[in-house]
């Protein structure tokens, strides 16, 4: 069987879609961020284009991850940096403003805004009788980020790496998924915006992985690949 059948093949099986959460389903509260660098520093990086920016972060910490190299906490430190520098700040204040992001992401979930079409995909896919739930690589809070985005309802379960014990590439978080959904391997997809972490841990267990690429920074990614989370419905 050529892999496009196969593909096709498994897509007709599917009983059960688990998700990412930052960088999929979540976003980072792009206007707190703001607001924080500009009362603390004077001046904060510009709206346009921030999301973006989150992607091309998510990416570079993808690759240290895929390296195995890193800590949460430094991996984490690595993200903002990438991000932050995308605003190109002279050296001073970008140091101040990773530290004082650093500092506030500690306190408190900034991985916590939604698309506004996203609750609506999710309820479209919830009512076709699919068994939804989320498997990310988080620090205890994922379960209540998804709250504060408005989306928690939606899904039967949630997998946290960090309440669990393992991280995503680890096909083993993905097997834990299965086995709360009473499913087989072969019934479930996982969507994901990272190749490296998302694609290639849940191939490795067995799902029919999906990447998530607004920007379509993964052209030649052997996967199926979406721009918008909606295109599910035409995928399933």
Not at 48 to 59: C, E, S, T, V, Y
Not at 125 to 133: E, N, Q, S, T, V
Request: aromatic letters at 8%.
């Amino acid at each position: 069987m050529s892999k496009r059948a196969k593909t096709e093949a498994q897509l007709k099986s599917i009983k059960a879609i688990f998700f990412d959460a930052g960088g999929t389903l979540i976003h980072l509260d792009t206007a707190l961020i703001c607001d924080l660098l500009k009362g603390e520093l004077g001046s904060g990086p510009p709206h346009d284009n921030f999301r973006r920016g989150q992607h091309l972060a998510m990416l570079k910490v993808a690759q240290l991850v895929a390296e195995g190299a890193g800590s949460t906490d430094k991996l984490k430190a690595q993200f903002y940096s990438t991000l932050l520098l995308t605003r190109r700040p002279c050296a001073r204040a970008f140091q101040q403003a990773v530290e004082c992001v650093l500092k506030l992401a500690h306190a408190e979930m900034l991985w916590r805004k939604a698309d506004e079409s996203t609750g609506s995909t999710l309820k479209k896919l919830k009512d076709r009788g699919l068994i939804l739930g989320v498997v990310s690589n988080s620090d205890g809070r994922v379960e209540s980020a998804l709250e504060q985005a408005g989306l928690a309802s939606y899904f039967d379960f949630f997998i946290d790496s960090f309440l669990v014990g393992v991280e995503k590439p680890d096909p083993a978080i993905f097997r834990i998924a299965i086995e709360r959904a009473q499913i087989v391997a072969g019934q479930a997809a996982y969507v994901g915006d990272l190749y490296s972490v998302d694609v290639v841990g849940a191939r490795g267990a067995g799902l029919l992985p999906i990447l998530y690429d607004p920007y379509d920074l993964n052209r030649e990614a052997d996967c199926i690949r979406i721009r918008m989370l909606d295109e599910l419905m035409e995928k399933i």
